[in-house]
Protein backbone atom coordinates (compact mmCIF):
# COMPACT_ATOMS: atom_id res chain seq x y z
CA UNK A 1 0.00 0.00 0.00
CA UNK A 2 2.11 3.02 -1.10
CA UNK A 3 1.56 6.15 0.61
CA UNK A 4 0.51 8.96 -0.87
CA UNK A 5 0.92 11.82 0.64
CA UNK A 6 1.48 12.70 4.75
CA UNK A 7 0.49 15.63 6.37
CA UNK A 8 1.17 16.15 9.85
CA UNK A 9 -0.03 12.99 11.54
CA UNK A 10 -2.19 11.94 8.82
CA UNK A 11 -0.90 9.31 5.96
CA UNK A 12 -2.75 8.86 3.07
CA UNK A 13 -2.45 5.74 0.89
CA UNK A 14 -4.27 3.45 -1.78
CA UNK A 15 -4.21 -0.23 -2.30
CA UNK A 16 -3.09 -1.56 -5.61
CA UNK A 17 -6.24 -3.74 -5.83
CA UNK A 18 -9.33 -2.77 -4.87
CA UNK A 19 -11.29 -3.63 -7.79
CA UNK A 20 -14.95 -3.95 -6.95
CA UNK A 21 -15.07 -0.30 -5.18
CA UNK A 22 -15.32 3.45 -5.97
CA UNK A 23 -12.19 5.07 -6.13
CA UNK A 24 -11.16 6.27 -2.92
CA UNK A 25 -8.42 7.13 -0.23
CA UNK A 26 -7.41 5.38 3.31
CA UNK A 27 -6.09 7.81 6.05
CA UNK A 28 -4.22 6.66 8.85
CA UNK A 29 -3.61 8.59 11.71
CA UNK A 30 -2.04 6.23 14.56
CA UNK A 31 -4.14 3.27 15.13
CA UNK A 32 -7.01 4.96 13.31
CA UNK A 33 -8.07 4.73 10.12
CA UNK A 34 -10.83 5.74 7.81
CA UNK A 35 -11.97 5.02 4.15
CA UNK A 36 -13.10 8.01 2.50
CA UNK A 37 -14.68 7.89 -1.51
CA UNK A 38 -13.02 10.36 -3.74
CA UNK A 39 -16.22 10.78 -6.45
CA UNK A 40 -18.75 12.07 -3.21
CA UNK A 41 -17.37 12.81 -0.10
CA UNK A 42 -18.44 9.91 1.85
CA UNK A 43 -16.88 8.13 4.84
CA UNK A 44 -17.04 4.47 3.76
CA UNK A 45 -15.54 2.98 6.81
CA UNK A 46 -14.03 4.52 9.97
CA UNK A 47 -12.32 2.36 12.70
CA UNK A 48 -10.36 4.67 15.75
CA UNK A 49 -11.53 8.33 15.03
CA UNK A 50 -14.72 9.66 16.73
CA UNK A 51 -17.52 11.00 14.58
CA UNK A 52 -16.22 14.75 15.45
CA UNK A 53 -12.77 14.03 14.66
CA UNK A 54 -13.86 13.41 11.63
CA UNK A 55 -14.41 17.02 10.40
CA UNK A 56 -10.78 17.56 11.27
CA UNK A 57 -9.57 15.49 8.74
CA UNK A 58 -7.16 17.37 5.89
CA UNK A 59 -9.26 16.94 3.27
CA UNK A 60 -11.59 19.27 1.12
CA UNK A 61 -14.78 19.20 0.20
CA UNK A 62 -14.32 16.63 -2.99
CA UNK A 63 -12.25 14.62 -0.45
CA UNK A 64 -8.88 16.00 -1.94
CA UNK A 65 -5.93 16.01 0.38
CA UNK A 66 -5.81 20.14 1.08
CA UNK A 67 -1.95 20.10 -0.23
CA UNK A 68 -3.43 18.57 -3.84
CA UNK A 69 -6.73 20.66 -3.60
CA UNK A 70 -5.02 23.92 -3.35
CA UNK A 71 -5.49 24.54 0.79
CA UNK A 72 -3.25 24.93 3.21
CA UNK A 73 -1.77 21.49 5.52
Known sequence: MPTVLRIGA????????EPNEPPHIHI?????????WLTVVEVAK???FRAH?????PIDG?????RLAGGVA
Request: avoid cysteine; glycine fraction near 10%.
Open 53 to 57: ETNDL
Open 10 to 17: FRFYLYSH
Open 28 to 36: DRGDATIKV
Open 46 to 48: SRG
Open 62 to 66: RGAPY
